[in-house]
C-alpha cells in the first residue's frame, strides 16, 4: 500500500506526462525501498542508503538494478525537498556504483535467418519482423494500433516511445508484408494489433510479458541466445555494416543522445574492416612510391661508393 508521500508523488508525476510504465517501475522501486526503511524519511541519511545498496548487494540485484534504485530514489528526495519544501539534505546525491560497459550484442546473419526461418506463425513472425527489420522496442510492438501504419509509404508512426518521443520508422519489404499476412488472418477488432491468440484471454492485447515470453519459446526452439531488444541491436549493427549513416540509425532507434548510438560502432566489425583496409590501401599507396625512391637511392650511393673505392687503390 503506498504512503502519502508516495501517492503525491504519483500525481506530480503522472502531471509531468510520465509513462504509464515510468510510472510503475518507480512506484515498485520506491515501495520496496519504503518498506526497508525502519526511520521516517526526514532522517534517512547517506549512511542508511548505504546499508541498503549493501541489502540489494546482498539480494544478487546488478549494479545496473542497484543504480536504477538509486536514481529513482535521488529523484523521490529531490521532489520532497523541491516541491514539497522538506528541510533535508538528499542523501542519494554522491553515490553510485561502477556500472559495467558491455558491448550491445547482435544476432550474425545466419543466426537471424535461422530463427526466421522457425518462425511461421503469423501475429509472432510479423511482431519480430517489426523488432528486426523497424527497430522497433518489444513495448511499441505491444502498444501498435493500426491507425499508426500507412502501407503506401512503407511508415509506422510511433507514438510516445520511450522518453515519451514520437518518430517515424520505415518497413523493409519482409516487414510489411508479414504484417499484411498477420492483419488478413486477424480476426480481433481491439484497438492494439497484437493480442492473444488462445486460452480465455484470446483476444485482449497482449502484453510486453507475453512478448517475450513468445520470444523465449524460439530462443529455446532454436538454441540461440536472442531476445526482444537484441533484434534491435542486430538491426542497428545491419545497418552500419550497410553503410548506414549514424545519424540516421540514431532517429530509427529513437536514441535521445548520438553517444547510445555510437556503442554500435564497436560491434559492427565488418564495417571496421572494410574502413580498415580502404584507409590502409590509401597509405600505402602514399608511402610505397617514397619507400622505392629510397631504395633506388641507396643502390646509387652503394655503387658510387664501390667506384671510388676502385679509383683509389694503389696501381
Not at 518521443?165 to 499484411?180: C, G, I, P, T
Request: net charge positive; charged share 30%.
Amino acid at each position: 500500500m503506498e504512503t502519502t508521500e508516495l501517492t503525491r508523488y504519483r500525481r506530480a508525476l503522472k502531471r509531468k506526462n510520465y509513462s504509464a510504465h515510468t510510472l510503475k517501475s518507480y512506484m515498485n522501486i520506491l515501495d520496496q525501498f519504503m518498506r526497508w526503511l525502519t526511520i521516517p524519511l526526514c532522517e534517512v541519511t547517506r549512511k542508511q542508503v548505504e546499508v541498503y545498496v549493501d541489502h540489494l548487494l546482498r539480494k544478487r540485484r546488478t549494479a545496473k538494478t542497484i543504480t536504477c534504485h538509486l536514481q529513482t530514489i535521488r529523484l523521490f528526495f529531490d521532489y520532497l525537498v523541491n516541491e514539497e519544501g522538506r528541510s533535508m539534505v538528499n542523501p542519494v546525491s554522491r553515490i553510485s556504483l561502477r556500472l559495467p560497459k558491455p558491448l550491445p550484442r547482435h544476432l550474425r546473419d545466419d543466426q537471424a535467418k535461422k530463427l526466421l526461418t522457425l518462425i511461421t506463425d503469423p501475429r509472432d513472425r510479423a511482431m519480430f519482423l517489426l523488432m528486426l527489420r523497424c527497430g522497433l522496442r518489444v513495448q511499441e510492438v505491444a502498444d501498435l494500433t493500426g491507425d499508426a501504419i500507412d502501407f503506401g509509404r512503407r511508415q509506422i508512426f510511433v507514438s510516445h516511445g520511450k522518453g515519451a518521443k514520437d518518430r517515424v520508422v520505415y518497413m523493409s519489404e519482409d516487414a510489411r508484408s508479414a504484417l499484411l499476412a498477420y492483419l488478413e488472418k486477424r480476426s480481433s477488432k481491439a484497438k492494439r494489433l497484437f493480442g492473444v491468440q488462445k486460452g480465455p484471454m484470446r483476444g485482449t492485447p497482449l502484453s510486453v510479458r507475453g512478448i517475450q515470453k513468445r520470444m523465449e519459446s524460439y530462443a529455446r526452439k532454436s538454441g540461440l541466445n536472442v531476445s526482444c531488444h537484441r533484434l534491435r541491436h542486430t538491426m542497428a549493427t545491419q545497418l552500419l555494416n550497410a553503410d548506414a549513416d549514424l545519424a540516421s540509425i540514431q532517429d530509427l532507434l529513437g536514441h535521445g543522445q548520438i553517444t547510445t548510438t555510437q556503442r554500435y560502432c564497436r560491434v559492427a566489425n565488418l564495417k571496421v574492416q572494410r574502413d580498415y583496409y580502404k584507409a590502409m590501401k590509401v597509405v600505402m599507396q602514399r608511402t610505397q612510391p617514397q619507400e622505392e625512391e629510397d631504395e633506388e637511392g641507396e643502390n646509387v650511393d652503394s655503387h658510387r661508393e664501390a667506384q671510388r673505392e676502385v679509383l683509389m687503390r694503389p696501381a
